[in-house]
């Protein structure tokens, strides 16, 4: 008799779970809570997820995520349910985590931004004003920029150098660049999508002319192929003639003329020798000595003349 008790007991109990829609979805979700993500203006899909009610959970969002193949999207702030707005530090990599208690529902809100990238071919010392909002050179979109880039790319050898002369936006005309500055600053460039700016050097060789004596010409930085005019000016002599003997170096002029020519496609040193003539100070010598005996001869004859005169 017990054991048929017992028996109909158990048929009611999976009766009710049959019979009664929902209350065994229900009972198996009373350990749980809801998760609900969504992305404003669909900047990503939405999804939610079911968690162990009474727990810490931790919600991982990229920083980062592509739009399309040339865009992306930047998180920027979050909401949790409908309350307000909070800002993150804005990041290019990595994840934003979130600690959420799960002790009921919630409701997530990121906020993103789109973004676009400016690429700069040709150097890797550029900065850019306003700076990006994730420090590289991805800028939020509608956003208006400019970059900043030396006249002068570092060199491996102190006497060669690269010059900015110019710089295409997106594969247009070239901009040419001139004036002594620097530095040199872009236009403004608005950012509504990818721009791919190439910038256009031109190389340079320092061309160093040397003289002992005198004053040498032509000293200086110039671009590659240039014919350089050289030239060395005598000094002011005393007594040391000097005269000049010829240049060492490559000349393409003639190396015995004072002023010639060089071809400045790698770093030049030129070198003005000079022979000095002694003839001049021979010549005083002479005259000083000559000088000397002509009054000590006279000085004599003059002792001699009052010795005879007693």
Not at 62 to 84: C, F, M
Not at 260 to 284: F, G, Q, R
């Amino acid at each position: 008799m017990a054991i048929q008790y017992t028996t109909l007991l158990l048929i009611q109990v999976l009766l009710f779970f049959i019979t009664v829609p929902g209350s065994q979805a229900e009972y198996l979700q009373n350990n749980q809570v809801a998760i609900s993500i969504s992305y404003e203006n669909n900047t990503s899909d939405a999804y939610t997820i079911h968690v162990s009610n009474h727990q810490k959970y931790t919600i991982s969002q990229k920083h980062s995520w592509t739009e399309n193949s040339v865009g992306r999207y930047n998180l920027q702030a979050y909401s949790i349910d409908n309350g307000p707005v909070v800002p993150i530090n804005r990041s290019s990599v990595g994840n934003f985590t979130l600690d959420l208690g799960t002790d009921s529902n919630h409701s997530i809100r990121f906020i993103a931004k789109p973004q676009f990238e400016m690429s700069l071919q040709g150097t890797t010392n550029a900065t850019f004003l306003p700076a990006s909002p994730t420090n590289d050179n991805w800028f939020d979109v509608g956003s208006d920029e400019q970059f900043i880039v030396p006249q002068m790319a570092p060199s491996d050898n102190q006497y060669t150098r690269q010059q900015i002369v110019g710089w295409s936006l997106d594969n247009s005309d070239i901009n040419v660049i001139s004036g002594e500055s620097d530095t040199f600053k872009s236009p403004v460039i608005h950012m509504y999508g990818t721009h791919k700016v190439d910038l256009k050097y031109k190389t340079q060789y320092y061309v160093n002319v040397i003289t002992n004596f005198g004053r040498a010409l032509g000293t200086g930085w110039y671009n590659s192929g240039t014919i350089v005019d050289i030239s060395v000016l005598p000094g002011n002599d005393i007594l040391v003639n000097h005269v000049f003997s010829g240049w060492q170096g490559p000349v393409i002029g003639n190396v015995n003329q004072e002023s010639t020519e060089v071809v400045a496609d790698s770093p030049k040193i030129l070198v003005a020798n000079w022979s000095a003539d002694y003839t001049s100070i021979s010549m005083v010598t002479i005259i000083i000595i000559a000088v000397v005996v002509a009054l000590t001869i006279y000085q004599k004859r003059k002792t001699y003349s009052k010795n005879d005169g007693k």
